[in-house]
């Protein structure tokens, strides 16, 4: 099982970039996928997550409007579209795979991690 994030960068506020989180060794059909963002100084926290089931999409109050996820199952890959980025965006992002069929904000739900990419939104 891998994970493998992709994407980040640095970009002015207001600016957008899409993240992306190429799986292999399960299905998506099988398991929910996470993004997770880490800033300095602060715990890690959920960003949003797609279900397997019938993809349906969960997102943090504080990107909600503005970022979406998405998947392409026959790619394996998971994405996260960010727009309007400010500077509180700014962190080290990571894609997950759930343990289970069905996935939360919470961390310990899931049980195979990326490896993380920083995004950095700086004037």
């Known amino acids: 099982v891998q994970l493998q994030a992709s994407g980040g960068g640095l970009v002015q506020p207001g600016g957008f970039l899409t993240l992306s989180c190429r799986t292999s060794?399960?299905?998506?059909?099988?398991?929910?996928i996470g993004w997770f963002r880490q800033a300095p100084g602060k715990e890690r926290e959920g960003v949003s997550f797609?279900?397997?089931?019938?993809?349906?999409?969960v997102y943090a109050d504080s990107v909600k409007g503005r970022f979406t996820i998405s998947r392409d199952k026959p790619k394996n890959t998971v994405y996260l579209q960010m727009n309007s980025l400010k500077p509180e965006d700014t962190a080290v992002y990571y894609c997950?795979?759930?343990?289970?069929?069905?996935?939360?904000?919470?961390?310990?739900?899931?049980?195979?991690w990326g490896q993380g990419t920083l995004v950095t939104v700086s004037s």
């Open positions: 797609i279900n397997n089931i019938d993809g349906s999409t």
């Open positions: 060794g399960f299905t998506l059909d099988h398991y929910a």
């Open positions: 997950a795979k759930s343990a289970n069929d069905i996935g939360t904000m919470m961390s310990s739900w899931y049980d195979e």
